[in-house]
C-alpha cells in the first residue's frame, strides 16, 4: 500500500508540475499537489510496519 501511495504521490507531482509550467489548469493543479503532499505526509507518518 506505501508503493502505491508514493507512485499516487509522484504522478500528482509531476501533473502539478507540468500544469503550473505548461498549461493554466487553475484550481485543479493546486488540487493535485495538495492530494500529493497528503500522500507523502501519510507515507511518512506510517512509516514502515514490522512484520
Same mark, same amino acid.
Given at each position: 500500500? +506505501?508503493?502505491? &501511495?508514493?507512485?499516487?504521490?509522484?504522478? &500528482?507531482?509531476?501533473?502539478?508540475?507540468? +500544469?503550473?509550467?505548461?498549461?493554466? =489548469? +487553475?484550481?485543479?493543479?493546486? =488540487?493535485?499537489?495538495?492530494? =500529493?503532499?497528503? =500522500?507523502? &505526509?501519510?507515507?511518512?507518518?506510517? +512509516?514502515?510496519?514490522?512484520?
Amino acid at each position: 500500500m +506505501g508503493n502505491i &501511495l508514493y507512485i499516487i504521490a509522484l504522478v &500528482l507531482v509531476i501533473a502539478w508540475a507540468i +500544469g503550473f509550467i505548461g498549461y493554466n =489548469a +487553475g484550481w485543479i493543479i493546486h =488540487a493535485l499537489l495538495i492530494i =500529493a503532499i497528503i =500522500a507523502v &505526509l501519510l507515507r511518512i507518518i506510517q +512509516g514502515r510496519k514490522v512484520v
